[in-house]
């Protein structure tokens, strides 16, 4: 897993973090527009109410980042 600073100076940019049918349905979109898609394991928001919402970061949501191919 590259790190954030990575990501961001290899050109990506952070969109939003999903799971399910529509983290599915956005990297369809993203790949429609032309965009590279790459998903990286989601960071619980250090503001997360209690240690199950960080549980469940790790476990099942993905944060999209896309770049323009080219």
């Known amino acids: 897993m590259a790190t954030r600073e990575e990501l961001i100076r290899d050109g990506w940019e952070e969109c939003f ?24 394991q989601a960071e619980a928001p250090e503001d997360a109410p209690d240690e199950s919402c960080k549980t469940c970061f790790r476990l099942f949501d993905k944060t999209i980042w896309v770049r323009r191919r080219g």
């Open 17 to 40: 973090t999903a799971f399910g049918e529509r983290l599915k349905e956005a990297v369809e979109m993203y790949e429609e527009l032309g965009f590279e898609v790459r998903l990286e």
